[in-house]
Structure formats: structure tokens, C-alpha cells
């Protein structure tokens, strides 16, 4: 009996590859999530150290104000670029157990492949120790066994 090789070889790499691409491309998306806070988190501080001034002539007091209210729309910025940061590491997670999904699929393939390889050379091997023992049998020899005693 021929060995067979496993067919889906090819598409078992080819998953793994693309498994990994995923991966590396959450790994980058977790990177600018992190980058991203770290963002928002600088904005917010520079906003909290800006003070109003306690006596101003009315022009500093509308320029503070004013700055304020800038570092605050960079603020609020920052926090949309931050959920839309953490939006892309959940779409990447999700593409991940994708991949990976696919990937096992195969490899159950592969694994289900070796174990019936494996149980017909089982039953290549045995037919042809049946085989030994029938032709022997009627050859009038003793069997294999009453040998070795």
C-alpha cells in the first residue's frame, strides 16, 4: 500500500503564514493603542497643570481660557484616537481567532490523516503476518510461535 501524503500540506502553511501576519498585525495594533494612551494621557496632564490666572487683566484671562479650551479639544482628540485604537485591537483579536480557527481546522485534518495512515499500516502489517503464518501453516511448518519456545 502506497503512502499517501497529506494534501492539504500546502494550505496547512499557508494558514499557519497567515496566522502569523495576523498576529504580528495585532501585536502592532496593541502598540498603537498603547501610543495612543500614552497620548491622551499627556494631554490630560498638560490641561490639568494649566491654571486659569487668579488676577488677570481681562485680555490674559480670555487668552488662558482660550488655550484651555484647545488643550481640551486635544484632550477629547486623543480619546477618540484612543477608542478608535482600541476598535482596531478588537478587530485584529477577531481576525486572530479567525486565522487561528482556520489553522486548527487543517491541522485536525493533518492529525485525522496521520492516525488512518497509521491504522492501515497497522493492517498492511498484520495482513502480512497472516499472510506468513497461512503460508506456513500449509506448508506444513509449525507456527512462528511453537519456534521460539
Same mark, same amino acid.
Given at each position: 500500500m502506497a503512502k499517501k501524503k497529506f494534501r492539504l500540506a500546502t494550505v496547512?502553511?499557508? @494558514?499557519?503564514?497567515? /496566522?502569523?501576519? $495576523?498576529?504580528? /498585525?495585532?501585536?502592532?495594533a496593541r502598540a498603537a493603542l498603547r501610543e495612543a494612551e500614552l497620548e491622551a494621557e499627556r494631554a490630560g496632564e498638560?490641561?490639568?497643570? @494649566?491654571?486659569?490666572?487668579?488676577? &488677570? $487683566?481681562?485680555?490674559?484671562? $480670555? &487668552?488662558?481660557?482660550?488655550? @484651555?479650551? &484647545?488643550?481640551?479639544? /486635544?484632550?477629547s482628540a486623543a480619546h477618540r484616537v484612543t477608542e478608535a485604537a482600541q476598535e482596531a485591537v478588537a478587530a485584529k483579536l477577531r481576525e486572530y481567532t479567525e486565522a487561528s480557527a482556520a489553522r486548527r481546522a487543517v491541522e485536525k485534518l493533518k492529525e485525522r490523516h496521520a492516525a488512518?495512515?497509521?491504522?492501515?499500516?497497522?493492517?498492511?502489517?498484520?495482513?502480512l503476518v497472516d499472510e506468513l503464518a497461512t503460508t506456513r501453516r500449509s506448508r506444513g511448518k509449525p507456527p512462528m510461535e511453537s519456534e521460539q519456545e
Open positions: 496547512l502553511r499557508a @494558514r499557519q503564514a497567515k /496566522e502569523d501576519a $495576523v498576529r504580528g /498585525e495585532v501585536l502592532a498638560t490641561l490639568r497643570g @494649566r491654571q486659569l490666572p487668579a488676577e &488677570a $487683566v481681562a485680555r490674559s484671562y $480670555v &487668552a488662558a481660557i482660550s488655550a @484651555r479650551q &484647545a488643550l481640551a479639544g /486635544e484632550l488512518e495512515r497509521a491504522a492501515a499500516e497497522l493492517a498492511e502489517d498484520q495482513q
